[in-house]
């Protein structure tokens, strides 16, 4: 069985492939923003390498961010496209789960920088989320920083976001949507 990862929320476009839960082929290219040029030919690429036709892929992950505006987008549009042609199971995971999964602590506060703050989320030891994703500008990231242990960067395991992934509900390709810093601010009723 074949599964599709894909991953356009930041700087790279990530695209992997699985074979019942190992991964076969594994594409991550510094996009420069030219996510929407890019992400299909490294699809293409991923799948030439081990010769197969996406009418082989059984499941699409998606990450629906948060991240860049468009590179989420981009994701989200592919996997759901990919899911609703095929009417195969998709499922979504955010980018800050991933880092979650990879940190093995009681409690994980995990974020994503960028130039005017960060999204942040807090994790405990089973990846549940205790609080709501929250975006903070620069200020209150900086003091939030000074207050607790943040990790920004990790090596990810891949098998492990697809073993965690994968025990997720599926969606149906019209459910899957990317998480905007609005949406996150609007969960949090701001």
């Known amino acids: 069985m074949y599964t ?37 030919p490294v699809l293409d690429k991923v799948l030439k390498s ?29 996997g759901k496209t990919i899911a609703y042609c095929l009417n195969i199971p998709i499922r979504v995971i955010d ?12 409690k994980k506060i995990v ?20 609080e709501e994703l929250k975006y903070l500008g620069k200020t209150a990231y900086e003091e939030f920083k000074n207050n607790n242990e943040v990790e920004t960067s990790l090596d990810i395991n891949y098998e ?7 025990k997720l509900n599926t969606l149906k390709p019209h459910e899957v949507k990317p998480l905007y810093i609005k949406g996150i601010s609007a969960l949090n009723g701001r």
């Open 111 to 130: 974020a994503l920088e960028d130039r005017n703050g960060a999204y942040v989320g807090e994790f405990d030891k089973d990846n549940k989320k205790i």
């Open 95 to 106: 980018s800050l789960t991933i880092l979650a999964l990879n940190i093995n602590k009681d």
């Open 4 to 40: 599709l990862f894909i991953d356009t929320h930041d700087k790279n476009v990530l695209i992997i492939l699985y074979k019942d839960g190992k991964i076969v082929a594994k594409e991550d290219i510094l996009s420069s923003n030219k996510h929407s040029e890019i992400a299909m």
């Open 50 to 78: 081990i010769d197969i036709d996406i009418k082989d892929i059984n499941n699409v992950i998606v990450v629906n961010g948060p991240g860049s505006f468009t590179g989420e987008r981009i994701a989200v549009t592919i």
């Open 160 to 166: 492990l976001v697809y073993e965690y992934t994968m």
